[in-house]
């Protein structure tokens, strides 16, 4: 455990050991040439802490530089003594405490709290110290949480030792023995966002992810997935693998492990991980852009952001790219043996890929799906070739989507020497499973592994029941609704109101730290516009996902929203889901509509009425820790918002046991 920080020491012996001889292990364990600024600021850290820490020998344990690595950062110092752990961030030359800085403390806070498991029982204060402040009052705080973690105490260097004191005076607990929390597994759930952007900087899979027993291990996946690449290569054969999860299990994150372990284009391995999801390729290689940019600056070098964007292009691509550019060419293969396609079930089928040719493309007659045509480019390679479907179920929500059992019929139509490597687990009728097993049966070459199926989420790491209470839910299955409320709501809060005001007041007050939280609606719920929500109102997914809480653009001003469209595949710490008449319950089922021109309009193609029950699905998965619900209370006098269109959803919610705000 003490190899996540540069430096450790208890903090006897750091007391006894020189300034240089301190400085001396830190630099050989940086990974970066040590610039003078970071030499100097460790210099002063060190010297506060010699001053500060005498009156704890024997005491306690220091550690510098401690690895974060979902976050991608590292902590300055955490700081064990007795009962306490201190997470402490310097901002050497500092005079003020800017908010950026209050909540990157928090967030290594919170962080330790939630991941590390010898920390989940312990009092955690995170301090931040500007060097050239003057002293600031001490008011030890817990929040609403109440779950040990304190809120940022800001002060001066001369305020270390008291703040200590009363630190160990205000929080409870018994000693801890370093030894053991150092043992302590570290088990994060990072966003998608996080992920990648660790992914991309070096870190391992089994760095930012959880290998706890309740779930299925990210690392398990992805060996069987690398096997059968393997296997294939030696073997020239050529393959269909099917990856499905349940909604935040974590297949994005496993297709980017797998795309980012082969990015050598000189390699028979390369590959490349393709998304149909224009927001999220959008959101992931600006995210990764600017990383880059940052940890090169952090280095010491410079990298611009357009040529950090080119790289990232080849690791990231859009599907329709890399269709296009097979279209241009109907013989040559593509550089890649390898394809990794992302939401795997949003392929268009035939009649909606037809379309789309004759229109954009000048091609009439187009006689191929978009999965039978995107496996016929892999299988212009003519030794091997790798086709990797991360699928989830029920998240169609688009025309003309094709889902997963489209990748199966295009095997038995044009390529029966292909084998499919799948789960025989996939049993849930989400994903249409026994249309599926049952199509498979007549295809030679079928593999079944259950290391492909992630059936546990791990979005919502406080709880891992909630895309389970949100499949009973949207199937009005009350009974089992209700029992696994009950299990969720220990840990993931889930509120409901009639009033938005409410909803955007407990966002605030549940958030800390940088944790992100967002207003987010269906794409058909076009009568909330007295509520100054406008779903025909164009936002810009990379600024509402990536930017900060100054920027009025950012999800965090609550005034932008996003649709099923711009969520999907993302996720936020705590989300806002305001229900609309579009998708309205009725002791006979749901009931589903459009606003047409000047009033709404029934529903009637099945196919559309998945779409939007798929959507609130969606829109249900998105929160990692806790959501509200605003269910309007609607106008008598407004024939389009009138209260009966709500109610009885409202009813619903409320008879599972949901609890109002």
Known sequence: MTARAYYSDSITDFLGRSSNEILGALTAKSTFAVE???????????????????????????????????????????????????????????DTFPSYAVDQVWDYAIDLKNFHETTHDKAVVPVLIATRATEQPLLPETTLQDDGVLRPMCI???????????????????????????????????????????????????????????????????????????????????????????????????GLNIANQHTDKDSALYSV????????????????????????????????KGEALSRVKQFIQNVHHFRDDCLIDLERPPIEHVAIFDEAQRAWNLEQTAAFMQRKKQRPGFSQSEPEFLISCLD??????????????????????????????ALRRSFPDWHVHMSPRLHDDEYGAGRILEAVQGHGNVHFSDDLHLRVSMRSFRSEHVSALVKQLLDRDIAQARQSLELVTKRFPI???????????WLKAQ??????????????????????????????????????????????????????????????????????????????GWQHFSFVGSRWQHIHKAERQTYLKNAYRVLLTRARQGMVIVVPE??????????????STFDYLLSLGLAQI
């Open 36 to 94: 003078a600024t970071q030499r100097d600021a460790w210099a002063e850290q060190i010297r506060l802490l010699h001053i500060n820490l005498a009156p704890y020998v024997q005491r306690g344990k220091v550690y510098f530089e401690y690895a974060i690595p979902r976050l991608g950062k590292r902590i300055d110092v955490v700081l064990l003594i007795e009962h306490v752990l201190f997470v402490l961030e310097f901002k050497v030359g500092e």
């Open 156 to 254: 001066a260097p001369r305020q270390i030792g008291d703040l200590i004191e009363l630190a160990l005076q205000f929080c409870d607990g018994p000693a801890i023995a370093p030894a053991q929390w150092e043992t302590g597994g570290y088990h994060p759930t990072p966003t998608i966002i996080e992920a990648a952007m660790a992914l991309y900087g070096g870190h391992a899979v089994t760095d930012i992810s959880r290998s706890d027993a309740a779930a299925i291990n990210l690392s398990q996946t992805s060996d069987a997935i690398s096997s059968i690449i393997e296997s294939s290569q030696i073997n020239r054969h050529k393959v269909l693998c099917l990856v499905t999860g349940v909604p935040g299990a974590g297949k994005t994150l496993v």
């Open 273 to 304: 991980f393709l998304s149909g999801n224009g927001p999220l390729v959008d959101i992931l290689r600006e995210a990764l852009a600017r990383d880059s940019v940052r940890r090169e600056a952090e280095g010491g070098r410079k990298l611009k």
């Open 380 to 409: 212009r390679h003519r030794d091997w070739a790798v086709v990797i479907c991360l699928v989830g179920g029920g998240q169609e929500i688009n025309t003309g989507e094709a889902g997963i059992e489209e990748w199966i019929d």
């Open 495 to 505: 509120l409901i109101t009639r009033h938005l005001g409410q909803a955007k007041a």
């Open 511 to 588: 958030a800390r730290g940088s944790e992100r939280y967002g207003l987010v609606v269906s794409s058909q719920a076009q009568r909330l516009k007295p509520h100054a929500i406008d779903v025909r109102s164009p936002i810009d997914p990379i600024h509402w996902f990536l930017d900060g809480k100054d920027d009025v653009r950012s999800s965090y001003y609550l005034e932008d929203v996003a649709t099923e469209f711009h969520v999907q595949g993302l996720e936020l710490d705590w989300a806002c889901v305001v229900w609309d008449g579009d998708f309205r319950h009725s002791p006979d």
């Open 634 to 647: 609607g106008d008598r006098n407004d024939p389009t918002r009138l209260p009966q269109f709500c109610d």
